[in-house]
């Protein structure tokens, strides 16, 4: 059977925002490197992210630091985070903003030339720093640049990868296939970095783009390493609900940090019903004063459509099922207001919002300079993931490192909004750094020739085998149903048992999908091999939910609203048995230090 054969210190597989990073970082070390995308090099879904990139520089306002950094995102988290890497991330974040200066990105800039920060849901301080609402899009551009003149990285465009190969405990390779022809090709390598980003294809509405199939997760997974709290799946607050096309695109956050605020159908602002106790001015209900915040004002009010993500997003699904949404099935988020407060309005939204300007005028026909969005909840960012070590991003798996969304322990039980732009530039450089590290010390492993003609024969099952009466696609589709009715923004848990024995019909279901023709241009092909991934992440997160007895970050469960001191000190472990069944245990969290409590109790 023909096969490619490529041979690297370093497999990248994934080239968005963090994996790019650490290709950079591994051949600047010195590497070879190899780095998959399952797209076109540049069209990976960080240009999705747009609001901006948390870190405290303290350009805008000079009291945030990384302590105040930390305790936001543990705040975020509800302290099931893993604090090392919060550390890490909060510490380290600033450096790796200035290095994309450095590289060539352009940020916004303060009246003194600094780079612009705006404020952010959770974020103390104005703490993000953009370029326009197309941040993903320069960190993208700015990283391919960058890369793409080192002749130690090779770049495999359009090839997915199918399975992790190792010898004994350590991975040494992965087997993967390019889409456009169906040719397989067989990686060596002596440390393999996962990048693939989330999971957010198996869920109905998503914000995700089509890549976005749990692919390394499901890897890893099967590779014998470790899952993470894969219950905690961000709801982004406002994705677009019209026209039915695009439902669930992004609608960035930036909307409401330059003034935006969201209303019901009676035009009320309804996210001041509902005001966690510590909301720093609680009482105060001012449109000015929000305005004035987003303005720079470091003591007016900051608005309550800036509280965290799974809290408006809640606030949202409340006001919709009462029956007080918009017309589509959403409520309304409007920016036009500040004509009120400014005489430019029009001209400073365009600028400050050029993307969300033009995506609602060309897929909507909305013109946001003069008219309310209507927004609702879509499925956006994996908490959840591989689980890595803090300092070094490598999995229980020898030789396996992971970067990026597809890696866990950061963000805790929700992220705070910008950081997983900062995420995958620290942690993609330390995964780069330390995989470099750990090649440099291993010789070639070997590579079990007949696991690799048993996988490509899986892969070959779905055309040459007796054609099933399953379409994939029927099946993909079903299973995103399940999953947002079942296991979405609120859960049960009788709701979220039904959501397992429909998945353990699926996986029956999927043993019968075929996709008749050749491997040329074959999408339905593509979709058969996406299912076995996309089953594989929603039975783990499913599993993780029902365990998790209690209502934390971006979890809400019906059954349970309230916190528990009980699963407040515990982490959810998947890990793949030897008899091939899905186990789960609870795993108590690692303390904070003293130094970092004495931070927590610090800046409060």
């Known amino acids: 059977m023909e096969i490619q054969t490529f041979e690297h210190d370093v497999l990248v597989i994934g080239a968005g925002g963090a994996g790019m990073r650490a290709a950079i970082e ?79 990105a352009v940020f916004d800039r303060t009246k003194d030339g600094k780079i612009l920060q705006r404020n952010f849901g959770g974020h103390r301080y104005p703490r993000l720093a953009h370029v326009g609402d197309r941040t ?33 405990e350590r991975v040494v390779g992965a087997l993967g296939y390019y ?22 294809k198996a869920f109905e509405i998503t914000s995700n783009s089509w890549e976005y199939t749990g692919d390394g997760y499901s890897l890893a997974y099967h590779a014998g390493a470790e899952l993470l709290d894969m219950e905690f799946i961000q709801f982004h607050p406002t994705g677009m609900v019209w026209p039915p096309s695009v439902r669930g695109i992004l609608v960035t956050e930036g909307v409401r940090g330059e003034g935006g605020v969201l209303r019901n159908k009676d035009g009320k602002r309804f996210m001041f019903d509902d005001i966690p106790e510590n909301y720093r001015n609680q009482t105060a209900k001012d449109i000015e004063e ?36 918009s017309p589509h099935g959403g409520v309304y988020l409007d920016i036009s207001w500040i004509k009120e407060r400014i005489p430019n309005a029009r001209e400073y939204i ?44 490598m999995s229980n798996v020898p030789g396996l490192f992971a970067a990026g969304e597809s890696a866990a322990g950061l963000h805790g039980a929700n992220r705070l909004g910008g950081n997983s732009l900062s995420d995958l530039l620290v942690f993609g450089k330390r995964a780069g750094e330390y995989a470099a590290k750990y090649a440099q010390q291993q010789q070639p492993g070997w590579i079990d020739e007949a696991e690799v003609k048993a996988s490509m024969d899986w892969a070959l099952h779905f055309m040459d085998a007796p054609k099933g009466d399953e379409n994939p696609y029927k099946l993909q589709q079903d299973l995103q149903k399940s999953m947002q009715a079942l296991v979405g923004i609120v859960r049960k848990e009788d709701e979220m048992l039904t959501a397992l024995e429909k998945i353990k019909g699926y996986n029956e279901r999927a043993l019968k999908v075929a996709a008749p023709a050749n491997r040329e241009y074959n999408p339905g092909w593509h979709t058969c ?66 130094e970092l409590q004495g931070v927590i109790k610090e800046i409060g």
């Open 179 to 200: 889409r456009e022809k169906g040719r397989f090709v067989l990686f060596k390598a002596k440390a393999v970095i996962i990048a693939t980003g989330g999971l957010g």
């Open 136 to 168: 993903g899009l320069e960190i993208i551009r700015t990283l391919q640049d960058h890369s793409v003149h080192k002749s130690q990285v090779a770049v495999y465009m359009e090839c997915c990868i199918t399975k992790l190969l190792k010898d004994g």
């Open 26 to 104: 591994a051949a600047d070390a010195g590497c070879s490197v190899g780095l998959v995308c399952k797209s076109l090099l540049g069209k990976a879904h960080t240009v999705m992210a747009e609001g901006g990139i948390a870190a405290a520089l303290g350009n805008v306002d000079d009291r945030d630091g990384w302590k105040t950094h930390f305790a936001d995102t543990m705040r975020g988290g509800q302290y099931v985070n893993n604090s090392r890497m919060a550390e890490l991330h909060a510490k380290e974040a600033p450096e790796r903003v200035r290095e994309l200066e450095q590289w060539g």
């Open 350 to 393: 365009k600028k400050k919002l050029p993307s969300m300007y033009h995506q609602f005028m060309e897929l909507g026909g909305i013109d946001i300079t003069t008219e309310a969005m209507e927004v609702g909840p879509t499925t956006h960012y994996t908490m959840g993931g591989i689980r890595v070590d803090g300092d070094t991003q």
């Open 290 to 325: 929000g305005w004035r915040y987003t303005q720079g004002d470091k003591h007016a009010m900051r608005p309550p459509e800036l509280l965290t993500r799974d809290h408006v997003a809640r606030c949202i699904n409340r006001e919709v099922k009462a029956g007080r949404g």
């Open 529 to 594: 091999m996406d299912l076995s991934n996309l089953l594989t992440v929603s039975e783990a997160l499913t599993r993780c939910a029902i365990e998790r007895k209690e209502s934390r970050g971006a979890q809400f469960r019906d059954d349970f609203p309230e916190k528990s001191k009980e699963f407040g000190e515990v982490n959810m472990i998947i890990k793949k048995a030897p008899d091939g069944a899905m186990q789960l245990r609870r795993e108590p969290i690692k303390p904070l230090t003293d």
